[in-house]
């Protein structure tokens, strides 16, 4: 039986995947300095219509003039992202009030609310310091983070989420835990290949460049403590920084390809098919996805759903650790809180 408030934690899952592919169109039609301020757009609570409003926009901002289309899809995602912060405020104060309930998940709910505060402010940065490559990725970690940790309220919710895990799924549960910081890491890569430009690096398969190891400066590429204050709308980085990053990415889909088939065959093993077969179908849809972006040029709608396709490779895993966690774990999660009416007897 779902415990309280799991329909309410189910909405703000899906509105943070909703605002997760948002954030992904708006950098990918390079719409994130659609509104040069922040929250608003120009001065304005909307996007600035009709004569006068624009000329005032141009007065406030006279070198960043209105694209209405940037406009939109940024305030568009802002809009979202808010209501999704609300959302979590709910969740935060629901838990409140049933933080005597065995095994609610208050801590969680309080350790959501944090996050999305500190995504407020990474939005802020993102626009304040002209897309900053550093507080892009942090931003988009960030809201994959949120996704994630909705997720988990949802599965501490739902009630029937018992553990798969056993004494015997020990070495299991390590090769899930692998596998699932394998994939953030690949998450952050992916982040850090975007807010640089460098997805177009490469446009051909296997090679690079036709070469297997094409001119690369890894230095110029990984230099996360470049100076802040240019505009980075198109990026800085010349080609053969662009080509380092878009090649580790390559490195990295590889290795996670590879560890995450790895876990998927293990599963199988295990008699846990249906995990085993969505672990796969997550990870080759991915795979798929990112090689269309290569060969066809970078599409939008293939790049938006590469990201949303991460998004989803993420919460499997996520998932999966989560099901194969320990009975002894579960147990503290279901444990009656020292106030309750379990506890008292």
């Known amino acids: 039986m779902h415990k309280p408030g799991y329909r309410f934690a189910l909405l703000g899952l899906l509105l943070g995947f909703v605002v997760v592919v948002l954030g992904a169109y708006t950098r990918l039609t390079h719409a994130g300095l659609g509104c040069p301020d922040w929250p608003g757009c120009y001065g304005f609570l909307s996007v600035p219509r ?10 406030r901002f006279p070198d960043s003039p209105v694209e209405s289309f940037k406009a939109w899809a940024e305030m568009i995602h802002r809009y979202a992202a808010g209501t999704l912060g609300l959302v979590i405020l709910g969740l935060a104060l629901f838990s409140l009030r049933h933080r005597r309930e065995d095994g609610y998940p208050v801590g969680l709910s309080f350790g959501l609310l944090v996050l999305v505060i500190c995504q407020a402010a990474f939005g802020m940065w993102t626009v304040t310091l002209k897309l900053w490559p550093q507080v892009v990725t942090a931003h988009l970690l960030g809201g994959f983070a949120t996704l994630s940790l909705l997720l988990l309220m949802c599965l501490r919710l739902h009630g029937g989420m018992h553990p798969l895990g056993g004494a015997g799924r020990a070495s299991l549960r390590r090769i899930a835990r692998v596998a699932l910081a394998v994939v953030i890491l690949q998450v952050a890569l992916g982040g850090w290949t975007s807010s640089n430009y460098a997805a177009l690096a490469c446009t051909d398969l296997p090679t690079c460049h036709g070469e297997w190891w094409p001119d690369m ?12 204050g240019p505009n980075y709308l198109g990026g800085i980085l010349d080609g053969a920084g662009r080509t380092a990053i878009h090649f580790a990415h390559r490195v990295g889909a590889l290795i996670t390809t590879l560890t995450v088939l790895f876990l998927a065959r293990r599963l199988l093993r295990a008699g846990l098919p249906s995990l085993a077969g969505l672990v796969a179908l997550a990870l080759m849809v991915q ?58 007897h």
């Open 217 to 228: 400066n890894f230095a110029a590429g990984f230099d996360v403590f470049h100076e802040i």
């Open 287 to 344: 795979v798929a996805l990112g090689v269309t972006n290569v060969l066809a040029h970078l599409p939008l709608a293939v790049a938006v759903a590469h990201n949303a396709g991460g998004a989803c490779l993420l919460l499997v895993m996520v998932a999966v650790n989560y099901r194969l966690r320990s009975p002894g774990k579960a147990a503290i999660f279901a444990r009656p809180h020292p106030g309750s009416a379990l506890a008292s």
């Open 50 to 59: 009709g004569d006068s409003a624009l000329q005032a926009a141009q007065m």
